[in-house]
């Protein structure tokens, strides 16, 4: 059993950043390969970044390629997101996510799933 608990998210303007947080506890915590995924209002969830369980390779999406970096700290069982030069089309629930590579970027899904954190991003 996981649970992942995302932090970080809320209001700014266009060209801002934001670093989001993903906390994880459990007995497994952080062993798995470990992402992040997107929903906005009225689209499909949408693939955003990813991390092997080693920190060693790094996934992102095409649409915030140069802008987003993922990270982590296995000591700190944290995973983060930073996101800069934020754009209105960044607006979306972000969720944290567990398990592999190939679920995250095929599949698009996951063993384990956050509740999500609220980014909105004005123009």
């Known amino acids: 059993q996981v649970q992942l608990v995302e932090s970080g998210g809320g209001l700014v303007q266009a060209g801002d950043s934001l670093r989001l947080s993903c906390a994880a506890s459990?007995?497994?915590?952080?062993?798995?390969?470990m992402g992040w995924f997107r929903q906005a209002p009225g689209r499909e969830r949408e693939f955003v970044a990813a991390?092997?369980?080693?920190?060693?390779?790094?996934y992102y999406a095409d649409p915030v390629k140069g802008r987003f970096t993922i990270s982590r700290d296995n000591a700190k069982n944290t995973v983060y997101l930073q996101m800069n030069s934020l754009k209105p089309e960044d607006t979306a629930v972000y969720y944290c996510?567990?398990?592999?590579?190939?679920?995250?970027?095929?599949?698009?899904?996951?063993?384990?799933w956050g509740l999500g954190t609220q980014v909105t991003v004005s123009s």
């Open positions: 996510v567990g398990g592999g590579l190939y679920q995250f970027r095929v599949g698009r899904s996951a063993d384990y």
């Open positions: 459990g007995r497994t915590s952080m062993t798995y390969d």
């Open positions: 991390i092997t369980e080693s920190g060693r390779t790094r």
